[in-house]
């Protein structure tokens, strides 16, 4: 076995000669060639005690052993980092320089995505409240609207009816004025009746006199002169009496229609207010259909808050698989 | 090269369980400084690095081709260490504090970061070691945790249902705290915390 001469120079400038087997030389050679293509696991072992190689087998170990512990610490902190898991930094301690700053970093970025994720799962705490009020919300919604449409159709009814009271007491109006007629027309022939008895009360005098005139021979026509004038008499006493009958009546014909009209005023003041409640009712379900409308298109947007939230947190284990 | 082939030749003390006796004495390494192994899948030592061997006082040819056990502590509960190799076997990594046992019989603690190596097709090929000076305000959790844990296991008629029992007692203490292993380990100081927040 041929063995390759290293001749290295030392701090002091001298050179010595150090002597190595083709193997051994092989075996650091394969080392560092596995190194190179990014694996780590090799290593030089049996010349720990060798006089002239340990030093450099020692160094080579070294720099394999950092960067082995860096590549597996760096990866498994990640991939907990991507599973929403951030209690594990990459140790700073035994890393040295460039491991040590590298290893600072993702440490920083882990400490960043521990933040957004926190933030993120405060958003989707958020989002599933919103979820529950908005559910509540259009619930209530819809309870308003049926019990609006309710207020509306009750509203239209006394509406109705109103018209049809105003109708009612219309009719009622005219029949107490036909009564008013009725009265006015007795009053005129009570006055045909008080003339004829003032007349006969006239004629009755007059005969009287003419039977005086006529001395014994007109005494019967003097009896049936005073009878004539004592029923003339009696017809003007009781056309007074109609007549004071038909002014009373005519007080409480005056009476009721003026409570009809109270009543008429009233009754048209209800239905208008019934209109103005249908109106102001239909105006509030059409609002709350509104607001349903809305109410479906935030749920919408917190569904999606929530799904987007939800693969963002799931998408852990399967990626950092691959 | 002598030594060595006096270990291949005597096939049976791969096997033999460390006589060793512990002598109580502490010793330590640098907070720079990292000891690490690498062992086959069944636990036997192909590497060692000079800090390991310096702290174990093992010489190279001594532990290459030795079960990793030959430094295992009396004072280490096997629940820990069923727990370990249950990790690293289904993929993933553990960190563990862990007492080791010199040569000499001084121990030395360290906090430890076990992985499984994966070839290129990611096939485990074997098991990494790396070990750091432990963080000395988790030790005192970490002493009364292992005592209790041997102390159930020495509680037990048989080493089955020591591992059992041992297990059990872990999972508990997990569950009280509402967190897994891997939270609770780096719970138990903070110093692990304050490497995030630098």
């Known amino acids: ?77 990640m991939r907990q980092c991507g599973s929403d898991r951030f209690h594990r930094p990459v140790l700073l301690r035994g890393m040295p320089g460039a491991f040590r700053h590298s290893a600072r970093t993702i440490n920083q970025a882990g400490r960043k995505m521990r933040q957004s994720s926190e933030s993120l799962s405060y958003v989707a705490t958020l989002a599933a409240e919103n979820a529950t009020n908005v559910s509540s919300v259009a619930a209530a919604c819809e309870e308003l609207n049926a019990s609006g449409t309710e207020i509306a159709r009750q509203a239209q009814d006394s509406s109705k009816q109103g018209h049809e009271v105003v109708e009612t007491v219309g009719a009622a109006e005219g029949a107490v004025r036909q009564l008013s007629d009725a009265a006015e027309k007795v009053g005129r022939i009570i006055r045909v009746i008080t003339t004829i008895a003032e007349q006969t ?15 014994e021979a007109g005494r019967g026509f003097a009896v049936v002169a005073r009878e004539v004038k004592e029923l003339s008499r009696n017809a003007a006493e009781a056309t007074d009496q109609i007549v004071k009958q038909v002014e ?6 005056d009476e009721v229609v003026g409570h009809i009209k109270s009543v008429d005023a009233a009754v048209e003041h209800m239905a208008q207010s019934a209109s103005a409640i249908s109106q102001s009712v239909s105006e509030q379900v ?21 799904r987007s939230i939800g693969s963002v947190k799931g998408s852990d284990g399967t990626e950092s698989a691959a | 090269m002598e030594n060595a082939s006096n270990q291949r030749n005597s096939g049976d003390s791969l096997m033999r369980r460390p006589t060793v006796q512990p002598t109580g004495r502490e010793v330590t390494f640098g907070e720079d400084e990292l000891i690490v192994s690498k062992t086959d899948l069944a636990g036997v030592v192909t590497y060692a690095n000079d800090v390991f061997l310096r702290v174990s006082g093992y010489s190279e040819v001594e532990i290459i081709g030795k079960p990793h056990n ?18 690293i076997q289904s993929g993933e990594e553990i960190f563990a504090y862990v007492v080791n046992l010199a040569k000499n019989g001084d121990h030395y603690w360290v906090f430890a970061h076990v992985t499984p190596s994966v070839d290129a097709h990611g096939a485990v090929v074997g098991y990494h070691s790396s070990r750091r000076v432990p963080y000395p305000d988790a030790l005192p959790k970490v002493r009364a945790l292992y005592k ?51």
């Open chain 2, 70 to 87: 030959i430094i295992r502590h009396p004072d280490m509960p096997r629940t820990v260490f069923k727990l370990l190799w249950d990790t």
């Open chain 2, 148 to 198: 209790t844990l041997c102390d159930i296991e020495r509680s037990q008629p048989d080493p089955r249902s020591a591992l059992e029992a041992g297990t059990r007692a872990v999972h508990e203490t997990l569950a009280a705290k509402r967190c897994d292993y891997s939270q609770f380990v780096f719970s138990l100081s903070e110093r692990t915390a304050m490497d995030l927040s630098v």
């Open chain 1, 1 to 77: 076995m041929s063995t390759p001469d290293l001749t290295p120079v030392d701090a002091t400038g001298s050179t010595d000669t150090v002597t190595l087997s083709r193997a051994d030389l092989q075996r650091i050679t394969d080392a560092c060639d596995r190194a190179a293509a990014g694996e780590f696991e090799a290593r030089i072992v049996g010349l720990a005690s060798h006089p002239s190689l340990s030093g450099l087998a020692r160094s080579i170990n070294q720099l394999l052993d950092l960067s082995d512990a860096f590549v597996r610490e760096a990866a498994a902190a």
């Open chain 1, 201 to 215: 009360h006239m004629l009755a005098l007059n005969a009287t006199i003419e039977a005086a005139r006529a001395g």
């Open chain 1, 286 to 306: 059409a609002a709350t259909r509104e607001i349903s409308a809305n109410i479906a298109s935030v749920t919408q947007n917190s569904q999606q808050v929530s």
């Open chain 1, 248 to 253: 009373r009546m005519h007080a409480n014909v």
